[in-house]
């Protein structure tokens, strides 16, 4: 079945360490690649997107997510966590599909930062 | 500015009730979708709407229906309310491109006892 998949359901973290978090897909033709991140309490926002050129991208708050193609993965990293980088951690996929573009969500990953 | 808003915010309600949530979008986009994210903070699409019109439509029990008035709003109506109905719901709304990212709204805690 097609599937957007977080390797990680929950990750705990001290500050200053590196995050790489996994986000593999499975769907064949063009997609477009997102992360989204949500706080506690709080709505999805954007951390980057991949559509074309560049396969590292980089977004808010000093992440960035590399598009490898070959193995369908587009995973986020932070080179120095914060204590303020605590939140849900959503890979997403959109594509045509019947009707209009869908947006699909992984699990999510849960990442735990210790101050 | 609020670009994506719903009401109510927390909805407590007992099984067999029937609720509405309402969402509105202020950024002149063309599409807007409703998710659904459970305990376990799993978000899946239900609806989407594009100017008006139902274009995607997943398996979700015909006790929830979507209203658009116009392609700023897009209310979801449930009806007989389940134990199961609880979780949050997330308005969204895009311009439709796929390229273009999802606008969420702070959700709506819906809560069935």
């Known amino acids: 079945a097609q599937s957007v998949s977080q390797h990680n359901h929950h990750v705990i973290l001290s500050e200053a360490a590196s995050l790489e978090l996994g986000c593999n897909y499975s769907?064949?033709?063009?997609?477009?690649l997102f992360w989204y991140v949500q706080y506690p309490g709080q709505h999805l926002q954007l951390l980057l997107k991949?559509?074309?050129?560049?396969?590292l991208v980089k977004g808010i708050k000093g992440f960035e997510a590399e598009f490898i193609k070959s193995k369908f993965s587009f995973n986020l990293r932070k080179p120095s966590v914060q204590w303020s980088d605590t939140a849900e951690y959503f890979c997403?996929?959109?594509?045509?599909?019947?009707?209009?573009?869908?947006?699909?969500f992984g699990a999510g990953t849960r990442l735990f930062v210790k101050a | 500015d609020t670009a994506v808003s719903q009401t109510p915010k927390y909805l407590v309600t007992q099984m067999g009730n029937d609720k509405s949530i309402k969402c509105e979008q202020n950024?002149?986009?063309?599409?807007m979708y409703w998710y659904k994210q459970d305990s376990k903070k799993f978000l899946k699409i239900m609806f989407s709407?594009?100017?008006?019109?139902?274009?995607i439509n997943e398996t979700v029990p015909n006790r929830f229906s979507p209203k658009s008035p116009d392609k700023a709003h897009l209310n979801l109506h449930i009806n007989s309310l389940e134990l199961g109905d609880s979780a949050v719901y997330f308005c969204?709304?895009?311009?439709?491109?796929?390229?273009?990212?999802?606008?969420f709204g702070n959700g709506t805690r819906l809560t069935v006892t």
């Open positions: 969204a709304s895009s311009p439709g491109r796929s390229n273009s990212p999802l606008h």
């Open positions: 769907y064949g033709g063009t997609v477009n």
């Open positions: 991949y559509f074309s050129g560049d396969p």
């Open positions: 997403a996929v959109s594509r045509m599909d019947t009707g209009g573009f869908k947006t699909i």
């Open positions: 950024l002149g986009h063309d599409t």
């Open positions: 709407y594009n100017n008006k019109e139902l274009i």
